[in-house]
């Protein structure tokens, strides 16, 4: 080896061993989304701002409950949770800090931010999905799913597949319900959507949408992107489940269709406050916006964002209902309790 490679191996180990700049800068993601394009996301906010995300995975509850073991001692940064149910449970066990960002109140709608008590969000909805109504196409007429509120309907009886009353998804829908028809109609409506279930519930969306095709029911409820997912599917039993079904967006003449989100929030002890914020303002640029969506067949939060996918651009538009994503969360509670009172699982 010459005397100059030496060297520069020398000093290339050297570089190594340097301390890290004493002014990198990380940022620690708690995130329970897990698509490969949040890769891409993440490669590019490092790129642009020079601050390394770590990230911690886990499903929805594993970061809430490591959060909470945590305490004041937690590295988290950033909180990224699917489902508002799950933010909101989030923000009342105080886990987010507020957020007063102009570009984030710019960019993301007001009904799709937690709580604002005049010193900003506790978390930002990123993307939106919605809870539609999927039906086996011959035995079922549009018309007779075109709402919600036909989900109870007799004649719809023993026709219904659904996962779990209690999934934060249902607790979602059904606290949104108990906006639009106030608690004493929405406990009589869960009644009857229970009295019309074809078997008890089990699974999660895909396999309702499953079961429809298959003809063990006729009706599903699910999230959009679960669909969506299928209908840009390339196995050839993905093809013939879609071949077999349509989708509804329930209430188009009336609330509109129950939209959920993913959402994100700076931790209530974030070290890196600053670098948090900022990523929260990523999130929310048109080029984050398009990778957050599309990762998931969801859209963006951000109204003037029009990503191509082929999937939601067949399903076409629809009219989504206006209540605070928040609302369904303080409803949590009072649904659970009436699920018990009505015997749906
Ligand atoms: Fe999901």
């Given at each position: 080896m010459s005397l100059s490679r030496v060297f520069l191996a020398a000093a290339a180990v050297a570089a190594l061993q340097a301390p890290a700049h004493a002014q990198e800068q990380v940022l620690n993601l708690y995130s329970a989304r897990h698509y490969q394009t949040d890769e891409a996301l993440y490669a590019n906010f490092t790129k642009a701002t020079?601050?390394?995300i770590n990230r911690v995975d886990g499903d929805d509850s594993g970061i809430l409950s490591r959060l909470k073991s945590e305490g004041a001692s937690s590295p988290a940064d950033v909180i990224l949770l699917v489902d508002a149910a799950r933010l909101w449970r989030a923000e009342t066990d105080g886990l987010f800090q507020p957020v007063k960002s102009s570009t984030l109140d710019s960019r993301i709608p007001a009904n799709l931010r937690g709580k604002d008590t005049g010193n900003g969000a506790q978390w930002f909805g990123m993307s939106t999905r919605a809870r539609v109504i999927i039906y086996n196409k011959i035995k079922v007429k549009p018309a007779d799913v075109a709402t919600y509120e036909s989900l109870a309907d007799p004649k719809n009886k023993g026709k219904i597949c659904t996962r779990s009353g209690s999934h934060p998804y249902n607790l979602s829908l059904f606290g949104a319900m108990v906006e639009h028809m106030g608690p004493e109609k929405a406990?009589?409506?869960l009644q009857g959507v229970k009295d019309n279930l074809a078997r008890d519930p089990k699974g999660g969306d895909t396999d309702q949408i499953k079961a429809v095709a298959a003809g063990e029911c006729d009706i599903a409820i699910s999230n959009s992107y679960y669909f969506a997912r299928m209908m840009r599917s390339t196995k050839p039993e993905d093809r013939a489940v879609v071949e077999k079904v349509a989708v509804v967006f329930p209430n188009q003449q009336s609330w509109g269709t129950h939209l959920n989100i993913a959402g994100a929030g700076v931790a209530k002890y974030a070290p890196h406050r600053e670098a948090a914020v900022k990523f929260l303002e990523?999130?929310?640029?048109?080029?984050?916006?398009?990778y957050f969506a599309n990762g998931n067949n969801e859209w963006p939060a951000v109204a003037s964002v029009k990503p191509s996918n082929p999937a939601l651009e067949s399903l076409g538009t629809f009219k989504s209902e206006t209540i605070p994503v928040s609302a369904v969360g303080v409803n949590?509670?009072?649904?659970?309790q009436m699920l018990d009172r009505v015997g749906f699982k």
């Amino acid at each position: 080896m010459s005397l100059s490679r030496v060297f520069l191996a020398a000093a290339a180990v050297a570089a190594l061993q340097a301390p890290a700049h004493a002014q990198e800068q990380v940022l620690n993601l708690y995130s329970a989304r897990h698509y490969q394009t949040d890769e891409a996301l993440y490669a590019n906010f490092t790129k642009a701002t020079g601050i390394r995300i770590n990230r911690v995975d886990g499903d929805d509850s594993g970061i809430l409950s490591r959060l909470k073991s945590e305490g004041a001692s937690s590295p988290a940064d950033v909180i990224l949770l699917v489902d508002a149910a799950r933010l909101w449970r989030a923000e009342t066990d105080g886990l987010f800090q507020p957020v007063k960002s102009s570009t984030l109140d710019s960019r993301i709608p007001a009904n799709l931010r937690g709580k604002d008590t005049g010193n900003g969000a506790q978390w930002f909805g990123m993307s939106t999905r919605a809870r539609v109504i999927i039906y086996n196409k011959i035995k079922v007429k549009p018309a007779d799913v075109a709402t919600y509120e036909s989900l109870a309907d007799p004649k719809n009886k023993g026709k219904i597949c659904t996962r779990s009353g209690s999934h934060p998804y249902n607790l979602s829908l059904f606290g949104a319900m108990v906006e639009h028809m106030g608690p004493e109609k929405a406990e009589a409506w869960l009644q009857g959507v229970k009295d019309n279930l074809a078997r008890d519930p089990k699974g999660g969306d895909t396999d309702q949408i499953k079961a429809v095709a298959a003809g063990e029911c006729d009706i599903a409820i699910s999230n959009s992107y679960y669909f969506a997912r299928m209908m840009r599917s390339t196995k050839p039993e993905d093809r013939a489940v879609v071949e077999k079904v349509a989708v509804v967006f329930p209430n188009q003449q009336s609330w509109g269709t129950h939209l959920n989100i993913a959402g994100a929030g700076v931790a209530k002890y974030a070290p890196h406050r600053e670098a948090a914020v900022k990523f929260l303002e990523y999130l929310s640029s048109d080029e984050a916006q398009i990778y957050f969506a599309n990762g998931n067949n969801e859209w963006p939060a951000v109204a003037s964002v029009k990503p191509s996918n082929p999937a939601l651009e067949s399903l076409g538009t629809f009219k989504s209902e206006t209540i605070p994503v928040s609302a369904v969360g303080v409803n949590q509670g009072k649904v659970q309790q009436m699920l018990d009172r009505v015997g749906f699982k």
